[in-house]
C-alpha cells in the first residue's frame, strides 16, 4: 500500500480512503491522477494494487476468455468485500450494469477518445498496403477495421501497453496495431500515434479516454470525497449516452459497438450530440445513426442513447445481433 497526506495529514472525518487499482503502467497512472485531485481537497488515500483475470490470463484472445467485466471483477469483490473504498477504472472497462451494491459515482479527466494507429515506416490509414496485418485486442476495433478494409489482415494482440508497442516492433511482418490515444498520451507515448483514426472510420468504444470511481453504494463519505475530486458534469452527460447506447445493445453479448457523444452549451441548453455504431463481426454488415437532444441530466443523455439504439436496431442492428448470438460470441470487457 502507498500513502499520500492531505493537507496537515487531515482528511474530511479523519478517514484514510484506499483506493484499488489495477497494477499495469496505464492503470496506476490513471490511479495517481485521481489520489491526487484527493488529496487536493484534504483526503488521504492509500494505493491497492488488485490483480484481475484480465491481467492475469495474457495468452488468450479475450472473445475467448468468456464472462463479463474480467478487468473489474476483483475490484469489484475487494470493495463489497470492505478491502478498498474505492475503485479506479477506466470507462470504458466498467460494464454498464454493476454487481448490487455498487455505484458509479464519479467520473471526469476525459482526454481524447478516439483510436490511435501505431504504425511502423511512416505508415498512416490511407498508405496501408493492401492484405496488411493490423493487430488488436478487440472485437470493436476488429468489426470496424474489416469494414473500412476489408482486405486487411486483423490479428489478435494481448498485453498492456507496452507490451503491446513491443510486439508490433518485434513483429516485421505487421503493419500496425490500433490502441487508444488516450492511454499512450497518459502514458508520456504521444511519440507513437501514426494517426488518430477519424470516426467516420472508427467509432470508440462507449466511455473511452474517461475516468471512473466506483464505491459502495452505502458509503457516503467515499462516494462524495471521489465526486468532489474527479466528477465532471459535460463529461457525465457523454458517457451517459454513449452507455445508455451500448447498454440497450448489449443482450447478454459482447457486440462490437462504438459511440460518441459530444456536449455542446449555450446560455439555455445543453444539447448532446451522439453518433453510434454496430458492426458485424466480419465487417460486412453494420448500421449506425445519430442523435441530438437536449439534456439536463445524465438520466436524460442516457435516454439519448437509448433512443438511438431503438433507432439503429429498426434499421438493421436488430439482425446484426441475432448473427453475433448465433455464432456463440462470449461476452467480454475490452482493455
Request: one cysteine or more.
Amino acid at each position: 500500500m502507498i500513502r499520500s497526506g492531505g493537507p496537515g495529514g487531515l482528511t474530511p472525518g479523519q478517514r484514510t480512503l484506499r483506493i484499488g487499482t489495477r497494477a499495469s503502467a496505464l492503470a496506476l497512472w490513471q490511479t495517481e491522477q485521481v489520489r491526487a485531485r484527493l488529496a487536493q481537497h484534504g483526503y488521504d488515500t492509500e494505493r491497492v494494487e488488485v490483480r484481475t483475470t484480465g491481467d492475469m490470463v495474457q495468452d488468450v484472445p479475450l472473445a475467448k476468455i468468456g464472462g463479463r467485466a474480467f478487468f473489474t471483477k476483483q475490484l469489484d469483490d475487494a470493495m463489497l468485500e470492505g478491502r478498498i473504498d474505492v475503485a479506479v477504472h477506466s470507462l470504458k472497462d466498467l460494464p454498464t450494469e454493476l454487481p448490487d451494491g455498487l455505484v458509479l459515482a464519479a467520473v471526469g479527466l476525459r482526454e481524447d477518445a478516439r483510436d490511435a494507429l501505431v504504425a511502423r515506416d511512416g505508415l498512416q490509414w490511407a498508405t496501408l498496403p493492401g492484405g496488411a496485418a493490423v493487430a488488436t485486442s478487440s472485437l470493436r476495433r476488429r468489426a470496424q477495421l474489416l469494414r473500412a478494409r476489408p482486405d486487411l489482415r486483423v490479428l489478435d494482440l494481448r498485453g498492456n501497453v507496452d507490451t503491446r508497442l513491443a510486439k508490433l516492433d518485434r513483429n516485421g511482418e505487421w503493419s500496425a496495431i490500433l490502441l487508444a490515444a488516450a492511454g499512450l498520451v497518459r502514458l508520456g507515448l504521444e511519440g507513437r500515434i501514426s494517426e488518430r483514426l477519424p470516426f467516420d472510420v472508427m467509432l470508440p468504444a462507449p466511455g473511452q479516454g474517461a475516468l471512473a470511481a466506483t464505491v459502495r453504494a452505502d458509503d457516503l463519505v467515499a462516494r462524495d470525497a471521489v465526486r468532489r475530486a474527479l466528477h465532471d458534469v459535460s463529461t457525465e452527460l457523454a458517457v451517459s449516452a454513449e452507455r445508455g447506447f451500448l447498454r440497450r445493445l448489449e443482450g447478454g453479448c459482447q457486440v462490437p459497438v462504438g459511440a460518441h457523444a459530444e456536449v455542446h452549451r449555450d446560455a439555455e441548453r445543453t444539447v448532446v450530440r451522439l453518433r453510434g455504431r454496430v458492426v458485424s463481426l466480419t465487417g460486412q454488415d453494420s448500421a449506425e445513426g445519430v442523435r441530438a437532444g437536449s439534456v439536463a441530466t445524465a438520466g436524460e443523455a442516457e435516454a439519448l442513447g437509448l433512443a438511438l439504439a431503438e433507432q439503429v436496431l429498426a434499421e438493421g442492428a436488430g439482425a446484426i445481433l441475432r448473427s453475433i448470438q448465433a455464432a456463440s460470441v462470449e461476452p467480454v470487457s475490452e482493455p
